[in-house]
């Protein structure tokens, strides 16, 4: 069995950076100078973000849910907030801090996966009590509240990838024993 991928390609526009995708008509982007955009008309036309967003404070990641519902991670330049929208995009309802107090992220863009309208999972790097080590959150309330998603504060502290997957796999590659450990139940435990 064949099958084909995207074999036919048009200009949509010449942004700084596509920031988050639902298709090829709804989407956000970086204009340039943190001017974030989305449209639902395939860039036809910009709409400016619903969200006021100012130096230090930047987009890390928007995370689609719908045509009409987005989840975007601000970082402020201390920590990650979870902003929501219902209309597409023109206005945004801050949810929450996503990381636990004491842990600032690192100006990297963190990684998140909703596997449906309440649980989610983000991982990022961060720096606590000296240590830089990655970290894995979870929410089960729709993103207005966050904890580690396992028992151990350190558990990734010699990872230096995790990647999140849709279908609940979730990948951690570690430096100290080199290897790979991988989840298939969203997070809850891992196995070598």
């Known amino acids: 069995t064949v099958t084909k991928a995207q074999n036919t390609w048009q200009f949509a526009g010449d ?3 596509i920031i988050g995708l639902y298709d ?7 204009d340039g100078n943190r001017d974030y955009k989305y449209t639902t008309d395939g860039g036809a036309t910009l709409q400016n973000f619903g969200m006021s967003i100012s130096s230090p404070r930047f987009l890390s ?9 987005m989840r975007a991670v601000v970082f402020t330049g201390s ?6 929208s219902n209309d597409g995009g023109a206005t945004f309802t801050m949810l929450s801090n996503i990381l636990p107090a004491g842990m600032a992220p ?11 309208n309440s649980e989610s999972l983000l991982t990022c790097k961060v720096l606590y009590n000296s240590e830089l080590f990655y970290v894995l959150v979870r929410t089960t309330d729709g ?3 966050w904890n580690l998603a396992t028992a151990d504060t350190f558990a990734f502290k010699d990872a230096y990838d995790i ?7 979730v990948i951690a590659a570690s430096k100290l024993p080199d290897g790979i450990e991988i989840s298939t139940d969203r997070g809850q435990s891992f196995a070598a």
């Open 24 to 30: 090829s008509q709804h989407f956000v982007v970086d």
């Open 79 to 84: 920590s990650f907030e979870l902003h929501e």
């Open 15 to 17: 942004y700084k950076v």
């Open 163 to 169: 990647e999140i997957y849709k279908d609940g796999h």
């Open 143 to 145: 993103g207005n509240s």
């Open 106 to 116: 690192l100006n990297i863009p963190p990684h998140m996966v909703s596997f449906d």
């Open 61 to 69: 990641f928007v995370e689609y849910l719908s045509t009409t519902r």
